[in-house]
């Protein structure tokens, strides 16, 4: 069942008709890319094509796009195969960065989620050995967009090497691998309007990986098994069909959802407004009352919204990324994230602003600290 208003395209974005309709052409091949004969060469001249598109995506040579299953993959693969025994993370990564380098030193964010570029030149002055740095470019809950550049520049002087999770950021803003100055991006199909299960890691020209994944030598032996041949020409068909002056639309759509919600309720709070932010990402709290009776109060009215960082789990915790922002975990608890996309529409806005508002009302939100609903 879908909801009838869909306003979280971080979690995932629907799949674009061209993406679907390359995925469906993509299943008629019988072909293994690796295999010599005719079949096999379709099937190589797919991928290869969709290799180039996804290279003109971020400005790099297709020899360094490598097919992955997606960013958790592709960052996972970025920090193990830099092999450096330093890792630095900024406080607000996704878990699959987090989570693959759980030794990392962090590096703090201001109280808009933005990286503090001194601490970073302070914590890589303090040791000389060679460091991994890890920078998203966009944040997957607050939608703030990091100073990558300047985080590479900082970083270059030390010698160190900088992996950039661009999973969110990607078709949202312009994202171009030489201009931010990076060894590797991160990207995720799904997050595009592709299909899920499937990413790239994007080397910049000349930056040695180790591959982890071992078997049958596949994308120049740095990720081997069977590509994802459905997955990939999909991939390739949602990066051709974005478009990013689309944002614009979206960031009228955005900013009415901020406007509204903050007239009529005191106190609500817009987390990372004073950092420059994707247009289509907004987390906002409501005083007193959980994410949870939130998220779910407007489920029940057919709009799809998320608690911060939506777990694997589906239970919701509080978000590390706000903490990370000096939010208290009480007030973090109260956070949740509208995200837009290719297929919003005002409608959505009216909807969510609809529910929104009776929430708000039969909370009492503001008044005495909320009166809580329960559900289950
Ligand atoms: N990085 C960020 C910033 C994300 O938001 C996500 C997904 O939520 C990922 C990485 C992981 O991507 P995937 O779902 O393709 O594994």
Redesign the pocket.
Known sequence: MESAHYLDH???SPVRPEARRAVADAMEHVGNASSVHRYGRVARRTIEDAREIIAGFVDAAPGDVIFT???????NLAVRGADRTRVLVSAV?????LDAAPEAERIPVDGDGVVDLVALDRLLAKDSRPALVCV?L???ETGVIQPVAEVATIARKHGARIHC?A??AAGRIAVDIRSLGVDSL?L????IGGP????ALVLACGVPLQGRQKGGGQESGRRAGTENLPGIAGFAAAAAATELSDQARLAGLRDRVEAETQRIGSGVKIYGRGAPRLANTTCLSMPGVSAETQVMALDLAGVAVSAG??CSSGKVKASHVLMAMGIDKAEAETAIRVSLGWNSKPADVDRFLEVWTQLWVRTGSGSSGGNELKYG
């Open positions: 971080n979690a995932t299953s997606g960013g958790t993959e592709a960052n990564e996704h878990v699959s960065v998203m966009a944040n997957n999770d999973v969110q991160g995720s199909a799904h997050k899920m299960g499937v990413g960082a939506a």
